[in-house]
Every structure is written in C-alpha cells, then in structure tokens.
C-alpha cells in the first residue's frame, strides 16, 4: 500500500465464517491414517481451538458458517486440489501410510471429502457476494513453536498486501485488540497470499465485494475454554468497533 488507506466501513457488509481445519477425526474406513491418534490430536491433525472460536464468531454476527468435518491430514480444506500438500504423504518426516495413493485413488479421496465442502462454502459466500460486500473471517489456529522457533504473538491476521482495503481493515483492527491485551501481527505465522481458500476466492471474486481475513489464534492462548472466550470476545469487540457485524454479548 504505497499510500495508506484507512478503513472506513462498508454499507451492507456481510460476514461469513469457516474453519477449514475444525476437527481431528478420520473416516473410520481410514482409521487412524497409520499415524495413531497423538499425531492427530496435534497441530498436524487439526486446529485446536480454531473451532469453538469460529462458532462463538458465527452465532454473535448471526453469520453463515462451514466447519472442517475431518482432519487436514484426510484432505486439507485449505489447500488447492493440485497442491501437493492436499493430501500430506509425510509428516515431520513420517510418511503417512494411508496417504500414499495413486493418482485415481487421490482423486476420489478428494471427490469424497474435499469437493462436497469446497464447493459448499464457495457457493454460499458466491450467494452472499452476488448480494453485496463480504467480509470472509477464516479462523484457524497455530502451534506456539515450529521447528524450534518460539512464536510469540498472540494473533496473526493474515491478508492479500495488494488488497488495500484488506490492508487497511487488518492494520485498523490491531488497535482494539491490543487494548484487550493480545500481541498482533498481520500476515503471522504465514503470509496470507500463499496457496488456501481466501487465496482462492480472490481470484474469483472482486475486491469490491469480497474481503478475505485469515486469523491465526497461538494455540498457547486458546487450547483451554478462558482461551478461546477471551480471543472471540475480543475479535467481536475489535469487529463491531469497526462497524463490522454487531457488539458482542457477554
């Protein structure tokens, strides 16, 4: 953004929500993928406290919603069909046993778990742009510490830098939710022009109508329930101050 736009909110602003990577459960027709359930039930299976979080999102702004069904390791949601990570064959340098498949076998693992919900919640945020401005709040959730690194911040709001709106809109919430005691950075733990469905939904909608906003909640903060109440609360605050959706209830 070479000159800074501030973020003014926009008549008839609709909120959707999604959580891509709400659960760690497995078709009992994979069992547990050869992993064991430890490795499901970590930050390589799911997003701990991404989905109560996007719940408690959805039911204060009154909001259509879609939750992951299955864990990222069955079909991640938030990987494109042709990403070769769509479908982990190794994981922290395990290879994932169920995951090895040939191209045929690929393709009706994800006509079978990834198609249905994709093309579900593209349609609904579709229906809901074809009717006026979307702000799309994808909410999932990090490991404190990757390959050694501590990761501090509280939240991460992640954003197309060439959206200015986008922009604008991560940069203006900051203030409220630093004033309720969170760390926040914009595009942290990842960048959020990188391969995944607001990235997607870029591509295909205009920036006049659709706004995509990735949060990353430190999964440090948000595994217990005060977490996760505390993050929602101050997301909602932080939202309604801006003029999106409305104030939250205790």
Known sequence: MTARQRWRPQPGLQLVVTCEHASAAVP?????????????????????????IARALAAALAAPAWYG????????????????AVIATRVDGRPVPAN?????????RLQRYWVPWRQAAEAGIRALVARGPVLHLSVHSFTPRLHGVERRADLGLLH???????????????????????????????FGDTDGFTTHLRQQLPAARY???????????????????????????????LGCGRAARS
Do not use: M
């Open 28 to 52: 009992a027709a994979l069992g547990d993928l050869g992993l064991g359930a430890a490795v499901l039930r970590s930050h390589r299976g799911f997003d701990a406290g991404a989905a109560p």
């Open 69 to 84: 069904k299955w864990s990222r390791l069955v079909a991640d949601l938030n990987r494109s069909a042709g990403h070769p």
């Open 100 to 108: 090895a498949l040939g191209e045929a076998a690929r393709a009706r």
């Open 160 to 190: 197309d830098p060439r959206r200015p709106r986008e922009v604008a809109l991560c940069e203006a919430l900051k203030g409220p939710l630093q004033r309720a005691g969170l760390s926040v950075r914009r595009n942290f733990p990842y």
């Open 211 to 241: 706004l995509g906003l990735e949060i990353e909640c430190n999964q440090r903060a948000v595994t217990a329930v005060a977490g996760q109440r505390r993050f929602a609360r101050a997301l909602l605050l932080a939202l309604h101050e």
